[in-house]
């Protein structure tokens, strides 16, 4: 699957992208979590996806689309059967993050929408979405494309339970 533009591609993740997944992931992960999950407990998750994992999930042939823009990797997202049971077979999109640089002018829109164009040709009848509760800027972006919230959890960071939700389309 790939979506295109003159400046704007969406493609599937190659071990040449792997350099740029990298950074993406820490980058994104600060911008979008720092001050809402613990310092010690972000950093160890940064730590622990560095380029060896990317490797090894591009290998595995992973659902990772990325996105360029001008012939530079700006973003990228994870997508596949939804992980929680249950009686309807949903599609769920793991991940969705952008170079801060590039957030806010429609790429993660772009992904989103390949995402959902890739979950539907496998025939999956709905989607789900999990974003922290904390993550206003997330609950925007999936309010805005039609999500609705469909349930709660809480995941833990040591001591602290965080708020998670299930944004849902039909």
């Given amino acids: 699957m790939i979506i295109e533009s003159p400046l704007i591609k969406v493609r599937r993740a190659v071990a040449g992208?792997?350099?740029?997944?990298?950074?993406?992931?820490?980058?994104?992960?600060?911008?979008?979590?720092?001050?809402i999950i613990p310092a010690l407990h972000l950093d160890r998750m940064i730590r622990g996806r560095g380029a060896a994992w990317w490797r090894k999930a591009i290998i595995r042939n992973e659902d990772i689309l990325v996105i360029?823009?001008?012939?530079?990797?700006?973003?990228?997202?994870?997508?596949?059967?939804a992980r929680a049971g249950g009686a309807q077979r949903r599609g769920e999109i793991y991940e969705i993050y952008l170079k801060p640089v590039y957030q806010g002018i429609g790429l993660g829109e772009?992904?989103?929408?390949?995402?959902?164009?890739?979950?539907?040709n496998r025939s999956y009848s709905g989607l789900i979405v999990w974003a922290l509760g904390d993550n206003t800027s997330a609950a925007d972006f999936y309010w805005r494309r039609g999500g609705r919230p469909a349930g709660t959890s809480k995941e833990p960071f040591g001591r602290t339970k965080l708020s998670k939700i299930a944004y849902s389309w039909p």
């Fill in 110 to 120: 772009r992904l989103f929408e390949a995402c959902r164009t890739a979950l539907d």
């Fill in 17 to 35: 992208d792997i350099e740029a997944l990298d950074a993406i992931y820490r980058e994104s992960w600060r911008h979008a979590y720092t001050g």
């Fill in 68 to 81: 360029e823009a001008a012939g530079v990797v700006a973003g990228y997202a994870t997508f596949g059967p």
